[in-house]
């Protein structure tokens, strides 16, 4: 018994030895698969995200081509026939002083008047809401809203004493302006009042080119946005209104796009689905499937269909031999960044970023300059 138990005991032994051994290579093992598979969940995220990338990226590249923003918009420039017979030509002058001062294009600054008090028409010309004056300042953004009553909407409860102080605007951080040097800022006076609004836009970056927030910093409002960029497009050459039988251009793929003139709305991306084109929602390559597609000719998978994929269809021509119903390419966003369908007489219709489905005269300013050759011929 004794030699049984001390065997045992050896082999006991050993066996204990060997516990702290199988530990240690049960531990170095978890470790290494715990690596291994810590790696393989790395790699896989890694690959995840590359995979991400890529897809946003082809989804940009494949709706970039279309006109996205103020890069096709008319900014400065000379007046329009629409600007002439709308705007009251004693203001032109203002705008464009304030445009020389603070670097704001003269007609968004026409278009806010438009917008706001229909160039100084309405009566009175105090909102509900408390803004006043030829274009709308709440007092409290007027003097600024570092005085003591400023608060809410920013009525205030200023005295009209100290509203047109530019000493107490200065100090209170105000916008308000002595446009016109009398030793008062009135947001009754029109020169004031102008000056003002280009004193905001610029500080919101208008004079800069960010034309949208800018606007939209001063009033937070999507329609009021679109509405003011609107205007501002079709006051300078570039923008041409068309109406009326005589202008038919007898081309079908041309004249039916005109019911949506004045009844749809630029939307980037939009127009691939009934639903957006029963709603007159396009951007500008797919007003052109549209429009060719009501005549019979197809340009291809709708959800697919871009400038870049626009541009390969047809056949090439000269621009000095483009004929109605071809299509015509611009370099806005980028090169081949819109198209619309030529109209004859230099004018092509599209979907614009601003006017929505409209004719636009690419013989002169903007669509002139960003013309860029491109004819294809679809036959």
């Given at each position: 018994m004794s030699h049984i138990n001390e065997h045992e005991k050896a082999r006991t032994g050993r066996l204990s030895a060997a516990k702290p051994i199988m530990k240690k290579v049960t531990k170095a093992g978890a470790t290494k698969g715990a690596i291994a598979m810590g790696w393989s969940v790395f790699l896989a995220i890694v690959v995840v995200l590359i995979l991400g990338i890529i897809v946003v990226t082809m989804f940009f590249m494949i709706f970039s081509g279309d006109d996205g923003g103020s890069e096709q918009r008319h900014w400065g420039g000379d007046i329009s026939s629409l600007g002439k017979n709308e705007i009251p030509s004693k203001f032109i002058k203002v705008y464009k002083a304030a445009e020389k001062k603070y670097g704001v294009p003269w007609n968004l600054l026409a278009a806010h008047h438009r917008v706001e008090t229909h160039f100084s028409?309405?009566?009175p010309m105090i909102s509900p809401v408390g803004a006043e004056g030829h274009m709308q300042f709440m007092p409290c953004t007027w003097v600024g809203w570092g005085h003591s009553t400023c608060?809410?909407?920013?009525?205030?409860?200023?005295?009209?004493?100290?509203?047109?102080?530019?000493?107490?605007?200065?100090?209170y951080?105000?916008?308000?302006?002595?446009?016109?040097?009398?030793?008062?800022?009135?947001?009754?006076?029109?020169?004031?009042?102008?000056?003002?609004?280009?004193?905001?836009?610029?500080?919101?970056?208008?004079?800069d080119g960010q034309?949208?927030?800018?606007?939209?910093?001063?009033?937070?409002?999507?329609?009021?946005?679109?509405?003011?960029?609107?205007?501002?497009?079709?006051?300078?050459?570039?923008?041409?209104?068309?109406?009326?039988?005589?202008?038919?251009?007898?081309?079908?793929?041309?004249?039916?796009?005109?019911?949506?003139?004045?009844?749809?709305?630029?939307?980037?991306?939009g127009g691939r689905n009934q639903a957006d084109i029963k709603a007159g929602r396009f951007d500008c390559s797919s007003f052109v499937h549209?429009?060719?597609?009501q005549v019979d000719v197809n340009l291809g998978m709708l959800g697919m269909t871009t400038t870049f994929t626009l541009k390969e269809l047809g056949k090439p021509v000269p621009p000095n031999k483009m004929k109605p119903g071809d299509l015509v390419f611009f370099d806005t966003n980028g090169i081949?960044?819109?198209?619309?369908?030529?109209?004859?007489?230099?004018?092509?219709?599209?979907?614009?970023?601003?006017?929505?489905?409209?004719?636009?005269?690419m013989s002169t300013g903007y669509w002139k300059n960003h013309f860029n050759g491109r004819v294809r011929r679809i036959e």
């Open positions: 028409t309405i009566t608060d809410g909407l920013g009525k205030g409860n200023i005295p009209e004493s100290e509203k047109t102080k530019p000493k107490v605007i200065e100090r951080g105000g916008f308000g302006v002595d446009g016109n040097g009398d030793g008062k800022a009135d947001p009754w006076n029109i020169k004031d009042a102008i000056f003002a609004a280009a004193k905001i836009l610029k500080a919101n970056g208008a004079a034309l949208r927030e800018a606007v939209f910093a001063y009033n937070h409002d999507d329609r009021y946005v679109s509405e003011v960029l609107g205007f501002a497009d079709r006051y300078v050459q570039g923008y041409v209104e068309v109406g009326g039988a005589g202008d038919y251009s007898g081309v079908e793929v041309v004249d039916v796009g005109r019911k949506w003139i004045k009844n749809s709305t630029y939307v980037w991306g549209w429009a060719f597609k081949d960044g819109h198209v619309g369908i030529y109209a004859g007489d230099g004018k092509f219709i599209g979907a614009q970023s601003s006017t929505g489905v409209a004719f636009a005269d």
